[in-house]
């Protein structure tokens, strides 16, 4: 398609939807290129619709042009699915939900809700949804329905086709269908009157397919092979309480019937409690006999891993036998618990297992019994640098009493290849996830990979019985294997069922129902690289939760801008999305830091020359300390609203080479700033005034410049530890410095603090972006240099106040603190934000583990405490409007958790909270709440 064709559509479409939600340039055209498999598609453009509405409008005005479009939700689907060559129908906007009846056991939710981010509140509420795939960080509902969406837990609770209640959805002529369970008229069918056109056709034919679908059905507890017809079939024509469940057929269906824009899902009572067991068999056939008896005892999960799995992700990292052949973990959630625990100790009495199996009832020991399979993901994606864990063959089902059967077949069929294979999967329903660690690079790698899907498809379907896929989907990947599964007849019906709902064939063509080699269209380039592309840096990243748009988040930026044909055309509005607030290195599996490439990409570009000027400035200390004390001087004069609304308007001019909406708004409320600065105030504890010691208080800019009280508390706090504190020569950490491009001024501050902190056996910040900066210091220089080893000396050194306070040496420290509050009675309920660079730099649970031991139950959780305030440092000013946008969600959580104080580690998250909360809530850095408790 050429330019002016594209230009018109997308003319169309923004009648429709507006500008806003239409991308149809190149890097927007590259962003929904992919999903999370092996595919490139690229589309005429993507759309972004905000209803139901939109959506229904953008189905006819397509159908109309015969234009194909491909239902996408989160792009975490790893068979294709999620990319076509028309018009990609981005649904992540359109996330609303209503719990009003979550009591009474259901809740209505649109496709583009995170599961994650569901279950976070349902919990509030004392519910959960079962089906939990292990994307579930990053999977939408909409992708969910499309693939019948299962997880480790659908052994007791059924996948997504038994957690549905009823479904929205757009058929091809553009109207709203409500599809829920209807009794039958008299004449003993279904009412097709408020059905979509597609399901006349169906019913049609449905009593004459029923028994050939009966009879081809195979016996696996995990299917998502094919259109449903046999559910559809079963409960209409065999089961004793006939009813007609439209919904059953378009779960599953891959987006390829029609469009869902609302379902109605089943929700259950969080359990009360739940156990774990963790056993290491020596043999497969006794791990094969155990699951059989165990699973009648009714598990909620028994989650498999074999011997060659369990070699790579470490058997010495996570304590498991050397003579372990398999590792089984089986899980309980229903009553009564202990006589469960006790059957299953029975049967595993009876078997010479290679160690003694572990049980527990505790919450935190069960994540470490879980520890070893949840870390198979980044550890495969690390394996080597060079080979990626690849897609393709990784979701077969068989009856259950056969897997151990097909674990045979795979260890003998993958032992003569030079491939290392993680199996592993939900063995309690048949359910293996086979993954080989490929290079496509290499030359016959191509050949390699056909021959493995081939071999491995063939013999699950025709040996053992099963399907090319329980949960995953066809997609394009195993589309080619489906006329094999159910015969010709049985394909013959789902070619019927997709020409009855979408005659012209514009609904993801190419998905499910083709007869493509699944080798077309593998995006080699893309492979190879050291992104997984499974989205799970984008739901971290506050710009695309409050754009949703795959062009403005991580996983969009990575690609765009590793791709040389495209990388050029990145517009700086893109670019200046990312906050370098690197949530999206701290989830990312593969360990890609997408921040450092954008902030590569901004250096090669040279930055701006007022952010340099202000950098440069900033480095000249002393200049600097003037003038900020000139100002704290007279701010009660120039910060007023009178002389705020013109340097808003001042600011909006100089600042727009930075950014277009850069500016200090008016209505900002401003932190003080320093008459005195701290090292001017703290002479004595100087170096330059000639103070020694071994504990170094790296203060960085802010406690320095801005009167919150924050150097003084961190001077008292250190000063009763072990040790002398010295406040070091020291300049700014670099890290607002590098944030605008300027790389070499950067790698100046590094050089010097460096140099500087080298010296000390300890040094302590409480500034959240300064601890990562020194923590990542080692980045700055050329690998193998003095100076970088240096730097990774002195990064092993480092250390925030809030794991400082957690120290065996400050428990002392600590109790003090917490009989103060108790003396003082009346506490207000305190609550944490967990600073986005923090945790970046190893911080996590420190904060959390110290509020909780010195406030007890004065402590509140929050939801949604990692996610970025939207200060990032100098971001608040960068771009008001999105900084704006992204408190709203923290604003939201923070008055669900009823804290009145809300705490931090970051001063920059504290001036955004500060000015962002409501009157009745304030914001305290931590080490001024910890000061105010020392006697």
């Not at 002479?683 to 170094?696: F, L, P």
Request: glycine residues 10%.
């Amino acid at each position: 398609m050429n330019s002016s064709e594209r230009a018109s559509i997308a003319r169309d479409l923004e009648g429709i939807l507006g500008p806003e939600g239409v991308l149809s340039t190149p890097t927007d055209r590259k962003a929904y290129s992919y999903d999370a498999g092996i595919y490139r598609e690229d589309p005429i453009l993507a759309v972004l619709p905000k209803n139901a509405e939109e959506v229904a409008r953008v189905v006819l005005w397509a159908g109309s042009r015969g234009i194909p479009m491909t239902p996408r939700s989160g792009g975490t689907n790893i068979t294709g699915a999620a990319i076509g060559e028309g018009i990609i129908l981005g649904l992540s906007r359109l996330n609303r939900w209503n719990f009003q009846n979550a009591g009474d056991g259901s809740v209505y939710v649109e496709p583009g809700m995170i599961l994650k981010e569901l279950n976070d509140r349902l919990a509030l509420v004392d519910r959960f949804f079962a089906p939990d795939p292990s994307s579930g960080l990053a999977c939408q509902i909409g992708g969910m329905i499309g693939t019948n969406a299962a997880g480790a837990h659908a052994l007791k609770y059924g996948a997504m086709k038994e957690n549905i209640l009823s479904l929205e959805m757009i058929g091809s002529d553009g109207n709203l269908y409500r599809l829920a369970p209807q009794p039958l008229l008299a004449n003993g069918h279904p009412d097709p009157a408020s059905l979509p056109p597609g399901f006349q056709g169906v019913l049609d034919h449905l009593a004459e397919w029923a028994p050939v679908l009966r009879e081809k059905r195979r016996n696996v507890s995990k299917n998502s092979s094919g259109y449903n017809l046999f559910d559809l079939a079963q409960k209409l024509y065999f089961d004793p309480e006939r009813v007609f469940d439209p919904a059953r057929l378009i779960v599953g269906a891959e987006g390829t019937l029609g469009v869902v824009t609302r379902a109605e899902l089943l929700v259950r009572p969080l359990p009360s409690r739940r156990v774990t067991v963790l056993a290491y068999f020596l043999d497969l056939d006794d791990l094969g006999s155990a699951v059989a008896r165990i699973n009648e005892l009714g598990p909620s999960a028994l989650e498999m891993m074999d011997r060659r799995t369990l070699d790579l992700v470490g058997r010495e990292r996570f304590g498991i036998p050397p003579s372990a052949d398999s590792m089984l973990l089986i899980e309980f959630d229903s009553e009564p618990m202990e006589d469960l625990v006790e059957g299953t100790k029975k049967i595993l009495g009876k078997i010479r297992l290679a160690d003694s199996p572990g049980i527990s009832f505790d919450p935190g020991e069960q994540l470490r019994m879980w520890q070893a399979r949840h870390a198979l993901f980044p550890t495969l994606y690390r394996y080597d640098g060079i080979r990626r864990p690849l897609n393709f063959a990784d979701d077969v089902a068989v009856p259950v009493h056969r897997l151990v059967e097909l674990l045979r077949f795979l260890r003998e069929f993958f032992s003569g290849m030079d491939v290392p294979v993680a199996v592993y999967g939900h063995i309690g329903n048949g359910n293996a996830h086979i993954n080989p660690l490929m290079n496509l690079a290499e030359p016959g790698s191509m050949e390699r990979l056909l021959h493995i899907s081939q071999e491995i498809h063939r013999t699950v379907i025709d040996r053992f019985e099963g399907v090319p896929c329980g949960e995953h989907g066809e997609g394009r990947v195993r589309a080619e294997f489906l006329p094999s599964v159910y015969g010709p007849e049985v394909y013959q019906m789902f070619c019927d069922t997709k020409r009855s709902f979408d005659p012209q064939g514009i609904f993801n063509p190419g998905v499910k129902i083709s007869r493509k080699s699944f080798l077309e269209g593998i995006d080699i380039e893309r492979v190879v690289k050291s992104c997984a592309t499974c989205g799970k840096c984008n739901t971290v990243c506050p710009s695309f939760d409050v754009t949703r748009n795959e062009a403005m988040g991580p996983r969009g930026w990575f690609q765009m801008l590793t791709d040389p044909s495209v990388s050029p055309e990145v517009p700086e509005s893109v670019l200046g999305g990312c906050l370098n607030c690197k949530s999206c290195r701290t989830i990312c599996p593969a360990g890609v830091d997408v921040s450092a490439v954008v902030l590569s990409a901004r250096a090669e570009r040279g930055g701006d020359p007022v952010s340099r000027f202000f950098s440069e400035q900033l480095l000249k200390t002393r200049r600097t300390s003037r003038i900020v004390e000139f100002l704290g001087m007279t701010q009660n004069f120039w910060d007023r609203p009178a002389l705020r609304r013109p340097i808003e308007a001042i600011t909006r001019k100089l600042f727009r080479v930075v950014s277009e909406n850069a500016r200090i708004p008016a209505g900002l409320k401003l932190p003080r700033l320093r008459s005195k600065t701290l090292r001017s105030s703290f002479h004595d504890w100087t170096e330059e005034g000639g103070r020694k010691g071994d504990v170094a208080y790296f203060h960085g800019c802010a406690a320095n410049y801005l009167d919150d009280g924050v150097g003084e508390a961190m001077i008292r706090i250190l000063s009763r530890g072990k040790g002398q504190v010295v406040l070091p020569r020291q300049t700014c950490s670099g890290t607002p410095i590098e944030t605008y491009g300027h790389r070499d001024l950067t790698r100046s501050c590094a050089r010097e603090n460096l140099e500087s902190l080298s010296r000390y056996e300890k040094i302590v910040t409480g500034c959240a972006s300064c601890t990562l900066a020194l923590k990542d210091l080692p980045h700055q220089f050329p690998d193998g240099s003095t100076e970088h080893k240096k730097a990774l000396d002195l990064s092993k050194r480092v250390v925030h106040i809030a794991k400082w306070m957690m120290a065996d040496d400050a428990s002392d420290l600590r109790g003090e603190m917490a009989q103060n509050l108790n003396r003082k009675g009346g506490i207000l309920p305190v609550s944490y934000h967990s600073s986005c660079h923090l945790r970046a730099a190893g911080v996590v649970s420190e904060p959390v583990e110290l509020l909780k031991e010195i406030f007890g139950e004065a402590f509140r959780p929050m939801m949604d405490s990692d996610r970025c305030a939207g200060g990032s440092g100098t971001y608040l000013l960068k771009n008001p409007e999105i900084s704006e946008a992204v408190f709203q969600r923290k604003r939201e959580a923070v008055a669900q958790s009823g804290a009145k104080t809300v705490t931090t580690g970051c001063p920059a998250c504290q001036i955004k909270l500060s000015d962002g909360l409501p009157g009745d809530v304030s914001s305290r850095h931590m080490a001024v709440l910890l000061a105010d408790l020392l006697s």
